[in-house]
Nanobody, 122 residues
């Protein structure tokens, strides 16, 4: 079994900052990519940021320069530092990992966290 546990969401004023964390645990052999998606009410889920095991990153255009993702390989944890938050960043944020699990047999697939809510409001 593999679990992704997110934390760090909440209410913040425009221009403020939040840091999201996501820790992967369980029967993990290797994590290839970790990242963050978000889904606002009435909108489709979109990729916000992701980081590969070689450290390369990708960002949604609207968050470039404001958000930064990083990984702690030893802790199987990915972070999303969100600065200069805007109303448009309000959404449920979901952690995602493409990883290899060894239970019940060796397999590689996507896993998702349960989501954490980020609300940007004055």
């Amino acid at each position: 079994q593999v679990q992704l546990a997110e934390s760090g969401g909440g209410l913040v004023q425009p221009g403020g900052s939040l840091r999201l964390s996501c820790a992967a645990s369980g029967s993990i052999s290797r994590i290839h990519v970790m990242g963050w998606h978000r889904q606002a009410p009435g909108k489709e889920r979109e990729l916000v940021a992701r980081i590969s095991d070689d450290g390369s990153t990708n960002y949604l255009d609207s968050v470039k320069g404001r958000f930064a993702t990083s990984r702690d390989h030893a802790k199987n944890t990915v972070y999303l530092q969100m600065n200069s938050l805007q109303h448009e960043d309000t959404a449920d944020y979901y952690c995602n990992a493409l990883l290899q699990s060894y239970y019940p047999r060796l397999n590689t697939r996507d896993y998702w966290g349960q989501g954490t809510q980020v609300t940007v409001s004055s």
